[in-house]
């Protein structure tokens, strides 16, 4: 590879950032291999775009090697802690991007949804990877099964970071946002990204990628960019490797039939066309808060990024009666709302497409929706009158500016309506009979990405969500009472998932700890109780345990997993037992009344309160000098397994299970293992203790 001067030297072609450094073609290579990029308002070409002579081999090699074994030196914890010191730089550099990503036609409100989103999409992976995950590099799903009946042979399922690269191959709609929703799970889960931007809008991503690398936060070789193609990438790429894909349905299945994803085992993921559905409910007629929530919805994903995500509303499904009345309200709201031109103008709330060729793509299917029986009941093909960047207004026929629109079908159930999407401000409007005819027609879309039902009527919310949710990733219930609050139909958020079944790609983007595992193996591993308590760094049942010193008398610095304490047995009485009822409260009739007691099936007479035990277990393992254990801030898992008549004894064995050290404070939790026996050496109570230990 040939090693050049950074991005900002070499304006005119958009570098590639691999092995660590900025990389841009040799430049015979680049002549009539390049291709223009131009600013989707004015037609004027700011960059060229080419990879030729790009070494992929070296460029998966490097993230393998160097990216795996540098984020390999890193915990959950501490990639998170890095996750949110990039997303604070790139909240420092906001303004700039706002002005680049104005020339992919952009509004200010667009970049808030891209640029805002994506830094926002940091922060949560951050927050959630240090609440949600473990301080470590191993993460346990699920309970311990106990394979013998001794418990000396167990079993459980651990997630361990794939030993590959993550390629993110990503749409012209989102160059910021669409990078980082990818990227965030991935580096959490400690596994290198190699970014595939799509190249309209590539120098957006170039530009991020570039401010990530002079914050000097990553470690080496977790972010590599290849601006331009990278036809052959999947060649480089087994079973170690993974591709997550946005775009077309026809460039995902052309990638799904490589031979290295069919035989050679690339996990692939896609996110692709989607035929979104929003349903207004039989009890939203017009005029009532639902109806305009609806609308508004409508509108906003209809004209936000110019129409130009995957989650816009395709196809509006009302009530037969009331297409009219729909038309009718989003012709008005768009017309009192929407100005179109460059988004640099004062005023414009909806930019250009994002290129000339899209807008093409766009019209081209308009144009066979109307020959497979839609009717343009609002807007026009034609080139709008739009607002210049210098304030003037006029039709710019070098910029990809196209007017919103709406169409009605007299078929509702024309193919076309149902499997073309116009990727631009266009929307359908088709009219169902009753609510079992609005779920088929949603069914219809083939998998969508999200619906929308507007209703304020429960039942019908409950028949309607039942109905399509196996046909969508994600279903928005809106009504009177999150119209203010609701984050909209067209907005993903990472606390849950993103991706659709079907003509969606079948993908589970974003989603919270879900996306991290998905960049993870998950493995059963079996062994004796030591054997899968050192793999996990968690004490098994069954483990060694070390008696000594009062564990709570240890910091975080000396405190190992299996230090434990038991203690002495303590008598209940009746006596205790009355007293606790009386001043608890719970004078429930087991503690209380003898003969009721004796003829619950479950007790053999008077017994004591499962929170007497808990209670008195505090007191028999604690050290209730001031020490190292700053405080008890909860109990898991309690189950009381066997009942504690008047005259048994209880003891209680405490074990350290598991020690989780914050990165950013003096003191980490310990969650504490709890069993407590009765004199038979019977368990009569199992449960956890969370404390707060100083390190």
Same mark, same amino acid.
């Given at each position: 590879m040939t090693s050049t001067l950074a991005p900002e030297t070499t304006s005119e072609l958009v570098s590639s950032f691999v092995r660590d450094q900025w990389w841009t073609p040799e430049l015979s290579a680049v002549a009539g291999h390049a291709t223009a990029v131009r600013d989707a308002s004015t037609g004027e070409v700011l960059f060229q775009v080419c990879s030729d002579g790009l070494d992929l081999t070296s460029v998966v090699d490097y993230g393998r090697t160097v990216g795996q074994q540098e984020l390999g030196k890193l915990t959950f914890h501490q990639r998170a802690l890095k996750l949110k010191?990039?997303?604070?730089?790139?909240?420092?550099?906001?303004?700039?991007?706002?002005?680049?990503?104005?020339?992919?036609?952009?509004?200010?409100?667009?970049?808030?949804?891209d640029i805002d989103g994506g830094i926002g999409v940091l922060f949560t992976y951050s927050s959630k990877g240090r609440r949600e995950l473990p301080n470590a590099q191993i993460v346990v799903d699920g309970p311990t099964e106990v394979l013998s009946k001794d418990g000396s042979f167990i079993g459980e399922h651990i997630h361990t970071r794939i030993p590959g690269v993550a390629v993110q191959i990503n749409a012209f709609n989102f160059p910021v946002w669409g990078m980082l929703e990818k990227f965030a799970p991935a580096f959490i889960a400690g596994v290198p990204?190699?970014? =595939?931007?799509?190249?309209?809008?590539?120098?957006?991503?170039?530009?991020?990628? =570039?401010?990530?690398?002079?914050?000097?936060?990553?470690?080496?070789?977790?972010?590599?960019?290849?601006?331009?193609?990278?036809?052959?990438?999947?060649?480089?790429?087994?079973?170690?490797?993974?591709?997550?894909?946005?775009?077309?349905?026809?460039?995902?299945?052309?990638?799904?039939s490589h031979d290295n994803v069919v035989h050679g085992g690339i996990r692939f993921t896609s996110e692709t066309d989607s035929l979104n559905a929003a349903i207004l409910g039989p009890d939203a007629v017009p005029g009532t808060p639902e109806f305009e929530g609806f609308v508004k919805s409508l509108v906003t994903e209809m004209t936000v990024k110019a129409g130009q995500k995957c989650t816009?509303? +395709?196809?509006?499904? &009302?009530?037969?009666?009331?297409?009219?009345?729909?038309?009718?309200?989003? =012709?008005?709201?768009?017309?009192? +709302? &929407?100005?179109?031109?460059?988004?640099?103008?004062?005023?414009?709330?909806?930019?250009?497409?994002?290129?000339?060729?899209?807008l093409a793509d766009v019209r081209a299917a308009v144009e066979a929706m109307v020959d497979g029986g839609g009717e343009i009941a609002y807007g026009s093909l034609d080139a709008p009158v739009v607002i210049r960047g210098d304030g003037s207004s006029g039709v710019v026929e070098s910029g990809a500016f196209m007017s919103p629109l709406l169409l009605t079908w007299a078929d509702p159930d024309a193919p076309e309506v149902h499997s073309l999407e116009a990727f631009g401000p266009v929307s359908s409007v088709i009219g169902y009979d009753d609510v079992a005819d609005a779920i088929r027609l949603a069914a219809l879309g083939s998998g969508s990405l999200v619906a929308t039902v507007a209703t304020n009527d429960a039942e019908v919310a409950r028949?309607?969500?039942?109905? @399509?949710?196996?046909?969508?990733?994600?279903?928005?219930?809106?009504?009177?009472?999150?119209?203010?609050?609701?984050?909209g139909h067209g907005s993903p958020v990472p606390q849950l998932v993103h991706g659709g079944p079907g003509r969606a790609g079948g993908g589970e983007e974003l989603g919270g700890m879900r996306s991290v595992l998905h960049h993870m193996q998950r493995t059963a591993i079996q062994g004796s109780p030591n054997m899968l308590t050192a793999v996990?760094?968690?004490?098994?049942?069954?483990?060694?345990?070390?008696?000594?010193?009062?564990?709570?008398? =240890?910091?975080?610095?000396?405190?190992?997993?299996?230090?434990?304490?038991?203690?002495?047995?303590?008598?209940?009485?009746?006596?205790? @037992?009355?007293?606790?009822?009386?001043?608890?409260?719970?004078?429930?009739?087991?503690?209380?009344?003898?003969?009721?007691?004796?003829?619950?099936?479950?007790?053999?007479?008077?017994?004591?309160?499962?929170?007497?035990?808990?209670?008195?277990?505090?007191?028999l393992f604690v050290s209730p000098e001031p020490g190292p254990v700053l405080a008890n801030y909860g109990l898991e898992t309690a189950r009381f397994i066997k009942p504690v008549a008047a005259g048994d004894s209880i003891r209680v064995t405490l074990t350290a299970k598991k020690i989780t050290a914050r990165e950013t404070e003096e003191h980490g939790e310990v969650c504490w293992d709890a069993v407590l026996h009765n004199q038979d050496d019977e368990i009569v109570a199992t449960y956890d203790v969370l404390t707060l230990v100083e390190k």
């Open positions: 010191e990039l997303a604070q730089y790139l909240n420092g550099h906001r303004e700039e991007l706002y002005e680049l990503s104005f020339s992919t036609g952009a509004t200010k409100i667009d970049n808030m949804v990204s190699i970014v =595939k931007p799509a190249t309209p809008t590539g120098y957006v991503t170039a530009a991020v990628v =570039k401010l990530i690398i002079e914050s000097n936060i990553l470690p080496a070789g977790s972010l590599q960019l290849i601006s331009g193609s990278a036809r052959t990438l999947l060649d480089e790429l087994d079973y170690r490797d993974l591709v997550s894909f946005t775009g077309s349905a026809s460039t995902a299945f052309l990638l799904k816009s509303i +395709r196809r509006t499904i &009302v009530p037969r009666a009331w297409v009219d009345d729909v038309v009718a309200s989003a =012709k008005a709201r768009i017309e009192q +709302r &929407v100005v179109i031109g460059d988004p640099r103008a004062e005023g414009v709330t909806m930019g250009a497409l994002a290129s000339l060729e899209q028949e309607l969500v039942t109905g @399509i949710a196996a046909h969508h990733g994600r279903v928005l219930v809106l009504n009177r009472e999150d119209a203010r609050t609701s984050t996990t760094g968690i004490w098994h049942t069954g483990a060694d345990q070390h008696f000594g010193e009062h564990p709570f008398r =240890k910091p975080l610095a000396t405190l190992r997993v299996g230090d434990a304490v038991t203690s002495d047995l303590r008598q209940v009485t009746l006596a205790d @037992i009355t007293a606790f009822a009386n001043s608890t409260g719970d004078t429930f009739y087991a503690h209380t009344n003898e003969e009721a007691a004796a003829a619950n099936p479950f007790f053999p007479g008077i017994v004591a309160h499962g929170y007497l035990l808990l209670s008195w277990a505090a007191g």
